[in-house]
């Protein structure tokens, strides 16, 4: 293993997802902020002056305070994160009663409906450390970059991280296949063909289909084979800003689609069988790749033919080598469900860890 990449990582917890606070009695405001709270994947507490319990002021990520209402939040306790929305653009008793209940600014509709939802979607994922993003990519066919995802996917998550796989080859089969979720519950990239602008991480991750302790996104069985680049843009971005670790399994092609998820990686793999016509097939994929994405990595793969080594695979390429997966002829593929690649014990499962030890590591040079 060669190589490190700094993040924090974050692990997987069972925590209550905070919601915004409203206060107002304009119910065409209210109907308003309502749909902008959902656009960003949360379900607000609506209360029509200042609650009672001063806990439920202080605890929420978020307070919008219609300027109907403004007036009863003078003398309440001050805090950040409070934003003063009405519909009237230029009244000066506005920005006074903002100043007046300590709001950190005034938010006017329809114009700031965009900055409105981003703010709300920040406020309930948080805004911590974006997770680590990896991706795998084959340097030819059959190189085994489809078995590394899944296997780094699986070792991310039994050791705690959250952890979200990105299915990215929509003529690989899909990936849940891979690991015995074919027919789990849970949204397909179709599902996603649409998407634009913000997607809402915890929406996301509560919608996919769930499986060995992380989160998938795949392709169906269907005929779709292709999604806009800015939904995958979108998509990806939500998965980030959950934190934990991202792992996106890429196709050998690269048209605007996968640009745009290379754009939003850390690092990427390019898995390389060691012989000469693989290391020739990888050379033209990371002369595409390598002008998108600035760290490239090799894991060489064996057997090796004759006189070749794990060395000689990334001196090739001209790239730096992160490590030498296992061979193992012996992996199981009929029962992926019960023992998916990287299960525990395996050596592919410890080229993993260490892998994650490393990549992981707080502190560590990138």
């Known amino acids: ?13 069972g925590e209550r997802r905070p919601v915004p606070l409203i206060l107002t009695e304009d ?11 959902a656009a960003a994947g949360t379900e ?99 190189a085994g970059a489809s078995t590394l995802a899944c296997a780094l ?43 634009k602008g913000r997607v809402a991480g915890g929406a996301l991750e509560e919608s996919l289909p769930e499986l060995h302790r992380l989160r998938v996104l795949s392709w169906d069985r269907g005929d779709t084979v292709t999604v806009p680049p800015e939904a995958l843009r979108a998509v990806l971005a939500a998965g980030r800003r959950r934190g934990g670790v991202v792992v996106v399994d890429l196709p050998r092609r690269v048209d605007e689609a996968v640009v745009e998820a290379l754009a939003q990686l850390d690092l990427g793999l ?4 060691g012989g000469l016509r693989p290391v020739a097939a990888a050379s033209r994929v990371a002369s595409v790749v390598d ?27 001209g ?15 009929e029962t992926p469900d019960d023992c998916p690649p990287g299960r525990a014990g395996t050596p592919l499962a410890r080229f993993c860890a260490t892998f994650w030890e490393r990549a992981l590591m707080p502190g560590a040079p990138s």
């Open 270 to 273: 390019l898995v390389v069988p």
């Open 319 to 333: 790239l730096p080598l992160a490590g030498e997966m296992p061979w193992d002829p012996g992996a199981p593929s």
């Open 153 to 195: 996917a699986v070792t991310a998550a039994r050791e705690g991280h959250r952890t979200l796989l990105i299915d990215g080859d929509p003529l690989g089969g899909g990936i849940d296949v891979a690991l015995g979720g074919e027919r789990a519950e849970g949204r397909r990239w179709p599902d996603f063909a649409s998407a």
């Open 44 to 142: 607000p507490e609506v209360h029509h002056t200042v609650p009672e319990r001063r806990s439920v002021w202080e605890a929420a990520p978020l307070i919008l305070v219609g300027d109907d209402v403004a007036g009863r939040c003078r003398g309440v306790s001050r805090r950040h994160g409070v934003l003063l929305v009405g519909r009237e653009q230029d009244d000066p008793e506005v920005w006074r009663l903002a100043v007046e209940i300590g709001a950190d600014g005034v938010v006017r509709l329809p114009d700031a409906e965009r900055f409105l939802v981003d703010r709300i979607a920040d406020a309930v994922e948080g805004v911590g450390a974006p997770a680590t993003t990896v991706g795998i990519i084959g340097g030819c066919g059959g």
């Open 1 to 13: 293993m060669a190589g490190s990449l700094r993040s924090k990582g974050t692990p997987v917890a």
């Open 27 to 37: 119910m065409e405001l209210l109907d308003d902020l309502l749909r902008l709270c």
């Open 291 to 317: 002008m998108v994405l600035r760290d490239l990595r090799v894991v060489a793969r064996g057997p090796y033919t004759s006189g070749l080594d794990d060395g000689w695979v990334a001196a090739s390429l």
